[in-house]
T-cell receptor, first 113, second 111 residues
Framework: DGGITQSPKYLFRKEGQNVTLSCEQN?????MYWYRQDPGQGLRLIYY???????QKGDIAEGYSVSREKKESFPLTVTSAQKNPTAFYLC????????????FGEGSWLTVV | EDQVTQSPEALRLQEGESSSLNCSYT??????LFWYRQDPGKGPEFLFT???AGEEKEKERLKATLTKKESFLHITAPKPEDSATYLC????????????FGRGTSLIVHP
C-alpha cells in the first residue's frame, strides 16, 4: 500500500544525545515536511523539502537538522541543541498538482529522559 | 495574530446532535483550505480540500463549506466514532504551498 512510514513510533532520548527520526514515502511525492505538535498548539513547521538535495528551514528549525538524498526519504535529526524536544513529530508529503494536499504519516513520539 | 482560528476549542455532543465547527482565516488570497481528522496519538487523516467560496464537499456525516472568510465543518447526526480532533489548514496564494494550521477542535460524541 502507498503511504508514509515513520519510525520509530516511540523514542526516548537522554540529555545531550542526538536522535534521528525516519520518514519514508512510496507515493512518489516531490515535497516532504516535518512538523512538531505540542498539546494545545497547532502544527509547527520544522523543515521542508521541495525536491531532492534541497531543503528549507521552517518556523522552528533551531536544534533540528534534515537531509534529502533520496526522493523517498526525509530523516529528521533532533540534536542536543534542541532544548525542549519532547513532542509528537509528524512527517508529511505532497504531490505537485493533485490539489496540493499534504498527507501525513502516523507520527513519532519523542521523550527526553 | 493567527492566520487560522478554529472554534470552539472543544465540543461535546450527544449522539445524533448535529453541530458545526468553524475555521476562520485571514490570508490575502486563498489557494486552498483543508480539513483533517486526527485521532489521539495518530497522524492527521485528510478529509476535504476546498478552493473557492461557495464550494461544498461531503463525506458520510461530514459536510464542509467555504466562504471568503471562513469554513464550516457540519456534522450531521454524529456517532461516538466521530470523536476526534478536527484540524483546518490554509494555503495562501503566492506562498510555497505550505499550509498554516489552526489549533484544532476537539470533538467528543457521547453515546
Amino acid at each position: 500500500d502507498g503511504g508514509i512510514t515513520q519510525s520509530p513510533k516511540y523514542l526516548f532520548r537522554k540529555e545531550g544525545q542526538n536522535v534521528t527520526l525516519s520518514c519514508e514515502q512510496n507515493l512518489n511525492h516531490d515535497a516532504m515536511y516535518w512538523y512538531r505538535q505540542d498539546p494545545g498548539q497547532g502544527l509547527r513547521l520544522i523543515y521542508y523539502s521541495q525536491i531532492v538535495n534541497d531543503f528549507q528551514k521552517g518556523d522552528i528549525a533551531e536544534g533540528y537538522s534534515v537531509s534529502r538524498e533520496k526522493k523517498e526519504s526525509f530523516p529528521l535529526t533532533v540534536t542536543s541543541a534542541q532544548k525542549n524536544p519532547t513532542a509528537f513529530y509528524l512527517c508529511a508529503s505532497r504531490a505537485t498538482g493533485s490539489g496540493n494536499t499534504i498527507y501525513f504519516g502516523e507520527g513519532s513520539w519523542l521523550t527526553v529522559v | 495574530e493567527d492566520q487560522v482560528t478554529q472554534s470552539p476549542e472543544a465540543l461535546r455532543l450527544q449522539e445524533g446532535e448535529s453541530s458545526s465547527l468553524n475555521c476562520s482565516y485571514t490570508v490575502s488570497g486563498l489557494r486552498g483550505l483543508f480539513w483533517y481528522r486526527q485521532d489521539p496519538g495518530k497522524g492527521p487523516e485528510f478529509l476535504f480540500t476546498l478552493y473557492s467560496a461557495g464550494e461544498e464537499k461531503e463525506k458520510e456525516r461530514l459536510k464542509a463549506t467555504l466562504t471568503k472568510k471562513e469554513s464550516f465543518l457540519h456534522i450531521t447526526a454524529p456517532k461516538p466514532e466521530d470523536s476526534a480532533t478536527y484540524l483546518c489548514a490554509v494555503q495562501e496564494v503566492g506562498g510555497s504551498y505550505i499550509p498554516t494550521f489552526g489549533r484544532g477542535t476537539s470533538l467528543i460524541v457521547h453515546p
